[in-house]
Every structure is written in C-alpha cells, then in structure tokens.
Nanobody, 122 residues
C-alpha cells in the first residue's frame, strides 16, 4: 500500500496550509489514518489521527488550530493547519493502517508516506 503526501511548503507565522494524503492499493479497507511530524533532532510525534468512523485525536500542541478529516471513498486524509507557528516546522508524514488484498489474500498493512516539508517563518 502506498501513501503519498502533498501540500507542504513555506508559510509565514499565522498562515495556513492544507496537507493531503492519498492511499493506493488493492481493495483497501483503511481503519486508521494519521499525521505525524518530525523536526531535526527530535523524535517523530503524533499530530492528529482519525478512525474510519470519524473519531479524531489531536496532540495538545495543535488542538484548536489543526483539523484532520478524511474522504473514505477516496482513501484520503487531510490536515488543515491554521495559525501556524515556527514550532510547527517539520516534515509531516501520513500513516495508514488497515487491510488490503495481496496475492489474493486479505492482509494487514501499516504504511507511511515519504513525508512533506512544512516550514513556518517568523
């Protein structure tokens, strides 16, 4: 299963960006999708997650500023980021978990995208 992120870039503090992530594979059934981020010298951290039923979870640092959403028929997840701060600068990764068909058998997957850079200038 492949995940590809898009929408990163350079923005001034206080600005907004919208990240997108699309999953592709055979007969996907995605249970969970999430966004994580990693900045230099730091561990990868959870930003936001969403289940197939729409239950969301956010890191305290982004609550009230970021919104995660998903489009189940498109196997896509989005992250609307508002009121961005320099501390939000990081590579943002999309993660998806679920099942797919591989060689005729339904199997689980836990896949990551290659990441997209978000840079917030002060």
């Amino acid at each position: 299963v492949q995940l590809v992120e898009s929408g990163g870039g350079l923005v001034q503090a206080g600005g907004s960006l919208r990240l997108s992530c699309a999953a592709s594979g055979s007969r996907l059934s995605i249970i969970y999708m999430g966004w994580y981020r990693q900045s230099p010298g730091k561990q990868r951290e959870l930003v936001a997650t969403i289940t197939g039923g729409g239950t969301t979870n956010y890191a305290d640092s982004v609550k009230g500023r970021f919104t995660i959403s998903r489009d189940n028929p498109k196997n896509a997840v989005y992250l609307q980021m508002n009121s961005l701060k320099p501390d939000d600068t990081a590579v943002y990764y999309c993660n998806g978990k679920g099942t797919h068909f591989r060689t005729g058998i339904r199997a689980e997957f836990d896949s990551w995208g290659p990441g997209t850079q978000v840079t917030v200038s002060s």
